[in-house]
């Protein structure tokens, strides 16, 4: 069974950096597109980057220049790089990628449970 687990999520003051984890585990033949959402208490779940099998980037506006994804193709995981946080950052980040499993035929999303960021002022 696949699943992904975030974590580097925490307690940060404004200013400060963290960097996300999403590690895959399970059966996978080829993971094509990943990314990183968050959801802000009241508010809808958005995409904050993405990043294809080939490394292309897709970020937000509001954190472009500040958050940089980057995966490892070999070892199914991606990761977030977040400086100059600010507290409108603060949300609960959840890792999904397109995952091809073993067994399958076409691909399938699959999301990790979140890791709460909080950015104090």
């Known amino acids: 069974q696949v699943q992904l687990v975030e974590s580097g999520g925490g307690l940060v003051q404004a200013g400060g950096s963290l960097r996300l984890s999403c590690a895959t585990s399970g059966s996978i033949l080829r993971i094509n597109a990943m990314g990183w959402y968050r959801q802000a208490p009241g508010k809808q779940r958005e995409l904050v980057a993405s990043i294809t099998r080939g490394a292309s980037t897709n970020y937000a506006d509001s954190v472009k220049g500040r958050f940089t994804i980057s995966r490892d193709n070999a070892e199914n995981t991606v990761w977030m790089q977040m400086n100059s946080l600010k507290p409108e950052d603060t949300a609960v980040y959840y890792c999904?990628?397109?995952?091809?499993?073993?067994?399958?035929?076409?691909?399938?999303?699959?999301w990790g449970k979140g890791t709460l960021v909080t950015v104090s002022s």
């Open positions: 999904n990628a397109d995952i091809l499993p073993g067994g399958y035929y076409y691909g399938k999303q699959y």
